[in-house]
Each structure stands twice: as C-alpha cells, then as structure tokens.
C-alpha cells in the first residue's frame, strides 16, 4: 500500500526577547517590521498546500461481490458486514486491518459532498488548500471592504442571507459568489463565516485541546500565560492550527480599525470566543464560567498573534 510522507505544522518556539546581529535589542518599529517582512516571505515560500494527516473515518459496509482488502490484499469473507469503508476516500479494508492502516486518508470530492458542517481537516484535503476556502474567501471580501464598517462581526446580518452564503458555498465550493454584488452588507458575510466555525463537528479549538487553553487563559501572569498558550497550540491538529492563525492576524487587522469599526480585541474575543471554542461535555455551569475564559483566549491570541504564531 501506498505510503504517505506527512508534514507537520511545526509552531516556533516561544521567545521572550529579539537581538540584533550586535547584540542590542531590536526596537518594537524595527521588529514589527522584521516580522513583516518574514511573514511576507513565508506567504511567498508556503502557497503550495501542505499534507496535513488525516486518520481514516472507518464504518461498517457490506460488500456485494467479492471484495479484497486494500491493505492486506486478503479476501474479505462473509455475506454480510465483511469489512469497513472509509466514509471519506472509500478505502475498503477488514475492520482488524482498520486498526493499522496509516493516517493517510486523501479525501474525495465525490465523498465529501458540502463544505459546512464538514471536518476541517477532511475539507481542506479534499480540496487541497492550506486553509478552507469559506475562511480564505470571507477574509478577503471582509478586509476589502469592511474594515472600518462600525460593529463588524458585532452585528449581525439577516439570517437568511446567511444562509444563502452556505447555500452556495455548499453548492458552488470557490465559484460562490459573495462579492457586494451579491450581498452589499459586509454583515452578511461576517455572519457565514462565524457560522462556519459555529457547525464545525469538532471546534477549531478542539475538544482536547481546549483544557490546556482554559488553563492557560487562567494564570495571571502575562508571560507564563503567552508561554502557556503557546503549548496549547501545539495540541491542534496541523490544519487547524494553520486557520486559526490566519483567523487571529486577520482579527489583529480588524482592530487596527477600532476607531472606525469600535472593535477592540477584547469585543472580538466576546464574539469569537464561544464561536472558536466549546466546551466538551461540562455541565452547565462550568461551561457558564468558561464563557470569560473564552474570550481571554481569543482576545490574548489576538493580541500576541505575531508572538505565537
């Protein structure tokens, strides 16, 4: 069987301070523009999508005809339930040949049939992009033309003009049509992208990751905070951690614009928080007090986007 070399979204490591090459320390101006500068280049260097892993989603088929298991190459016996499918590439392998096959899924467009409510990961291999083309496609429409728009992300647009974004997003994949020319309110497409992150299966700050950034968001100190959140984020999956980093530098340019838009980091972190982040399986109260927490994440990511990502 065909083996699969993965590449792993590697975050940097966590620095404190920045020096020059004689051993002074760089001024903010300097390294805002420094950083600019290596994140232009980065762009540059990383268009092509990288190989994100992705396990197989395995279920329960039955077979008609004869069937041979694509990892083993054995026959696969029996009338009814002879084996798994993968529900996103259509592998077909024994269920005790499931267990070891590689996590190196290649999801088909003929299989992954809608763009909302979709795992990310499976998405954006099946479309091999870096990131999913709802998120890409909003941010641009959304920096070219709303930044200064008084309450952005705050405000809501109609909801079923929302729903005609995923509609077509679901329909038409990149060929969707969200130009003003199509929705002149920017609320609108403010609206389908925190909707996107709002049906994700598994959260953008997933479920087991999202202890680890309760956690981090509780210490007082800013430095130990950066330091844990910086650890948090090793936890995401690749892609994950890929779109929420373009989310928070897109985030830090909306706040750029806070004296039109009124939108700080902390109102962001309000709105984002709960979208970005869901608590897995507390009860009601504990995830009633994590609603702070939330937004201290969100709104700390923010903040110290070019430090951690």
Not at 170 to 197: C, M, Q, V, W
Not at 230 to 243: F, G, I, Q, R, Y
């Amino acid at each position: 069987m065909k083996q699969h070399i993965v590449s792993q979204l590697v975050l940097p490591p966590f620095r404190r301070l920045s020096w020059d090459h004689r051993g002074g320390r760089i001024g903010d101006e300097q390294q805002e523009n420094l950083t600019s500068l290596v994140r232009r280049a980065t762009l540059r260097e990383s268009d092509l999508a990288p190989k994100y892993e992705k396990v197989h989603n395995f279920k329960v088929h039955t077979f008609r005809g004869p069937h041979w298991c694509e990892y083993c190459a054995n026959f696969m016996w029996g009338l009814i339930a002879q084996g798994v499918k993968c529900a996103d590439c259509g592998l077909n392998v024994h269920k005790q040949c499931s267990k070891v096959v590689p996590n190196d899924c290649q999801p088909d467009l003929r299989h992954v049939k809608k763009v909302y409510s979709c795992d990310l990961t499976t998405l954006v291999k099946a479309h091999n992009t870096k990131r999913p083309m709802v998120v890409d496609m909003c941010i641009q429409e959304i920096e070219a033309r709303g930044l200064q728009s008084e309450g952005l992300y705050r405000i809501s647009g109609f909801s079923e003009l929302i729903e005609d974004v995923k509609l077509a997003f679901d329909r038409d994949g990149e060929k969707a049509d969200i130009s003003s020319n199509a929705y002149e309110d920017i609320n609108i497409i403010t609206g389908a992208l925190k909707l996107y992150f709002r049906e994700l299966p598994i959260p953008l700050i997933t479920y087991d990751a999202y202890p680890r950034f309760i956690e981090a968001a509780k210490i007082t100190d800013p430095e130990k905070r950066l330091e844990a959140l910086h650890e948090a984020l090793k936890l995401l999956p690749p892609a994950h951690c890929e779109t929420l980093r373009y989310l928070m530098g897109h985030l830090k340019r909306v706040t750029q614009y806070e004296k039109e838009n009124l939108m700080t980091s902390e109102n962001l972190g309000i709105v984002f928080g709960p979208t970005l982040m869901r608590a897995p399986e507390l009860d009601a109260m504990t995830a009633l007090n994590d609603i702070r927490y939330q937004r201290l994440v969100v709104e700390s990511l923010i903040t110290n986007e070019d430090v951690l990502f």
